[in-house]
């Protein structure tokens, strides 16, 4: 239980709960505080493993460019003597937020719904390289890392609970992917500052616009693997979402359209991101190889292994589809 250390943590900016509810005890534990006066708030401490202060800092910088720019995104709070990180007892980071509004959509993705993510996902590309010419990224921890190479080895933690005739899969279009992956660069028109996990779930509507939450993963990385993640689901429909792949094409074109509506983008942005939607597959994998029990903790699990080794294998024969 935690509230007394959340209570500390609000009265060090002046605000006094008459709620509190935990949300969220994934990677991070997030309370919503209901405050005697004003709009809703978030308590949000870090994992243990995340203690890169540069990075957390950057994360909070950004936050709050973003949000002076206009941006619907969770505002970092200061305290009374203008503090913005406080320190749990067990030695996590810890950070008030504002509490962010709006409707997630699955089902509801529509092109002119993609078309305001392209615009999110474009504006806060360009106040991350305002954010970088200005020297206040102080960060070169990478958002969302593949781990191709191990993964192409076969030597990824995990991978031994997996058939041989999925390893062998994985081996291939991981090493394949992986030599792809090089050939973009790092020059700064398609590598900067990114999310790093701008999935549907972490995108948030009002009134049309689209918002975006969870930027602890955020970091350095392609471009493109904002606008991979937001269609990664959409393009291979394995988490128990609906299934968008009859309408994918309109839609990966209108998230095109809006990102170039507010950035400039590499010439080869959409080859980039065709890449990319199919490398986090790996990603998902790994995540349900490390912190799952066992590949049927939730529903999904199974036929995600299965789909996702269905699509290695598609992508192997024909790279250059979707």
């Known amino acids: 239980m935690h509230a007394p250390f959340i209570e500390t943590l609000l009265s060090r900016h002046g605000v006094r709960a008459v709620a509190l509810r935990c949300v969220a005890r994934l990677d991070c534990e997030v309370w919503r505080v209901r405050p005697r006066s004003g709009p809703d708030l978030a308590v949000r401490l870090y994992p243990a493993c995340h203690q890169d202060r540069a990075a957390i800092d950057t994360e909070l910088d950004w936050l709050e460019a973003l949000a002076a720019s206009g941006l619907h995104v969770p505002v970092p709070q200061r305290g009374v003597d203008g503090t913005r990180l406080h320190r749990h007892p067990d030695g996590r980071y810890a950070v008030l937020l504002t509490w962010l509004a709006g409707r997630q959509y699955d089902r509801g993705l529509t092109p002119a719904r993609l078309e305001s993510v392209g615009r999110l996902t474009g504006a806060m590309h360009r106040v991350a390289t305002s954010l ?95 606008l991979a993640a937001t269609l990664q689901y959409l393009r291979h429909p394995l988490a128990g979402n609906h299934d968008h792949r009859g309408q994918y094409s309109l839609l990966r074109d209108a998230l095109l359209r809006g990102y170039a509506a507010e950035s400039t983008p590499p010439s080869n942005l959409e080859r980039q991101v065709s890449v990319l939607v199919t490398a986090r597959l790996f990603l998902t994998l790994g995540w349900i190889l490390d912190d799952w029990p066992t590949v049927d903790h939730r529903p999904w699990g199974p036929g995600f292994v299965r789909g996702s080794q269905l699509a290695l294998r598609e992508w192997l024969v024909a790279p250059e589809v979707g």
Do not use: K, Y
């Open 132 to 226: 970088r010419a200005a020297g206040r990224v102080r960060t070169q921890r990478e958002a969302t890392p593949l781990d191709l190479p191990a993964w192409a080895a076969g030597t990824r933690t995990g991978m031994q609970r997996l058939s041989p005739t999925h390893r062998a899969v994985l081996r291939d279009s991981a090493a394949r992917l992986h030599a792809t992956i090089e050939t973009f660069g790092r020059g700064p028109e398609g590598w900067g500052l990114v999310h790093g996990d701008l999935h549907p779930w972490n995108l948030l509507f009002v009134r049309g616009a689209a918002g975006a939450i969870d930027f602890t993963d955020c970091g350095m990385g392609h471009h493109a693997m904002d």
